[in-house]
């Protein structure tokens, strides 16, 4: 439901920033040692893991996550950013039998974003762009729900991703694409999740 609500409020936005949006010239203003601010939201799949060197295997639902971001453009087509993203879920614990459990997660990622203005179409207005970092990725499982008390555990987390951003005007921007996402959970051993992302963000 929280995911919902995140992606309703991105349309809406989204919407209004076409509506007030100006016509966007072939030689923009350049992005170089400007920043953006971003508001974001992201899916993570399902996943069985075996956790705890072993000794649990665990059923991950689908993660909703949804977070900000601030970017720095080292110069027109380069910049770096810094994302923090907050999401929760339940799993389904396949040796004990317990179903149906509480998680959080939190996730602080570090990318470099490289936009490849050379393929950009429609007067520069749509990029596509090229994306990696690294952060770390914290698990925190409800283990007593009368005082909610969580077991977390926080490791590193590597990405990897491609998508395509479209500029409303020199200031509103919109950017959706896919990330893959390296991480262990709770000595898991690495897994992949493949995530689809959405943001919507404002250069300054």
């Not at 039998?97 to 959080?104: F, K, N």
């Not at 520069?124 to 990725?137: A, D, E, F």
Request: proline content about 0%.
């Amino acid at each position: 439901m929280k995911l919902k609500k995140s992606f309703v409020l991105l349309a809406a936005l989204s919407a209004a920033a076409v509506v007030n949006a100006q016509e966007l010239d072939s030689d923009l203003e350049s992005r170089a040692g400007k920043f953006d601010a971003h508001l974001l939201v992201q899916t993570m799949d399902a996943r069985r893991v075996t956790v705890n060197s072993g000794a649990r295997e665990l059923d991950i639902e689908s993660v909703g996550m949804s977070g900000v971001g601030v970017s720095y453009y080292l110069t027109e087509d380069l910049a770096a950013s810094l994302e923090f993203l907050t999401g929760a879920t339940e799993f389904d614990d396949n040796d004990s039998g317990l179903e149906a459990i509480d998680a959080g997660l939190f996730m602080l990622n570090l990318n470099v974003d490289y936009y490849v203005s050379a393929l950009s179409m429609f007067d520069n207005k749509l990029t596509p762009y090229v994306s990696g970092g690294v952060g770390c990725l914290t698990f925190a499982e409800e283990v007593d729900d009368a005082d909610d008390d969580y077991d977390s555990s926080t490791d590193m987390a590597f990405n990897l991703g491609a998508g395509l951003r479209y500029d409303f005007n020199k200031d509103i921007f919109i950017r959706g694409g896919y990330r893959l996402i390296a991480t262990e959970i709770k000595d898991s051993g690495t897994e992949n999740f493949n995530c689809i992302n959405l943001a919507l963000g404002w250069v300054f």
